[in-house]
T-cell receptor, first 113, second 112 residues
Framework: DAGITQSPRHKVTETGTPVTLRCHQT?????MYWYRQDPGHGLRLIHY???????DKGEVSDGYSVSRSKTEDFLLTLESATSSQTSVYFC????????????FGEGSWLTVV | QKEVEQNSGPLSVPEGAIASLNCTYS??????FFWYRQYSGKSPELIMS????GDKEDGRFTAQLNKASQYVSLLIRDSQPSDSATYLC????????????FGTGTRLTIIP
């Protein structure tokens, strides 16, 4: 357990609505990541952060934004949810007390109807 | 585009046998390599990391790395039903492994 929690764990939302997923960590991880996992595609990086207010895009960043105003929290926002964003979202983190290994949160299951 | 390739399986192995999982990667400058295990409906959990050519053993697990051939493998000895899961290969471009590229995973089933 690397002290990473995600909320909500499950959410159903309607197309066109904004959605925010929260990742909270307690181990002073410097780096934090948001991945999505879909059948046939594996885990794909959406955005990552290398410090407070320092973020960068991953390979599938379109339609997503992130914010990190403090070390503990990394927020992923879907500005206007679409059905193609139905997925499992994993937050991950590394650095700090756990060293350089990347650890994952429990996942957030998002369904856009 | 950096790619990590795995056979999706399913790979079926009798209980007590050796399970062999393979992974190839395209980025020659990759420096860090990881195997994660993922049970259905759960998050990936790290089981092995390897950075240098050769073998690294941890209990029933052995990771093998060959940078010249750009492949990394995972051997599971004395396979148990609890080893049934999807195994994800992940590759990082430097020792800081700031970003990992994942394969799509190999589904392993251990047959009692």
């Amino acid at each position: 357990d690397a002290g990473i929690t995600q909320s909500p764990r499950h959410k159903v939302t309607e197309t066109g609505t904004p959605v925010t997923l929260r990742c909270h960590q307690t181990e002073n991880h410097r780096y934090m990541y948001w991945y999505r996992q879909d059948p046939g595609h594996g885990l794909r990086l959406i955005h990552y952060s290398y410090g407070v207010k320092d973020t960068d895009k991953g390979e599938v960043s379109d339609g997503y934004s992130v914010s990190r105003s403090k070390t503990e929290d990394f927020l992923l926002t879907l500005e206007s949810a679409t059905s193609s964003q139905t997925s499992v979202y994993f937050c991950a983190a590394r650095g700090g007390f756990t060293g350089n290994t990347i650890y994952f949160g429990e996942g957030s299951w998002l369904t856009v109807v | 585009q950096k790619e990590v390739e795995q056979n999706s399986g399913p790979l079926s192995v009798p209980e007590g046998a050796i399970a062999s999982l393979n992974c190839t990667y395209s980025d020659r400058v990759s420096q860090s390599f990881f195997w994660y295990r993922q049970y259905s409906g759960k998050s990936p959990e790290l089981i092995m990391s390897i950075y240098s050519n050769g073998d690294k053993e941890d209990g029933r697990f052995t990771a093998q790395l060959n940078k010249a051939s750009q492949y990394v493998s995972l051997l599971i000895r004395d396979s148990q039903p609890s080893d049934s899961a999807t195994y994800l290969c992940a590759v990082g471009s430097n020792f800081g492994n700031e970003k990992l590229t994942f394969g799509t995973g190999t589904r392993l089933t251990i047959i009692p």
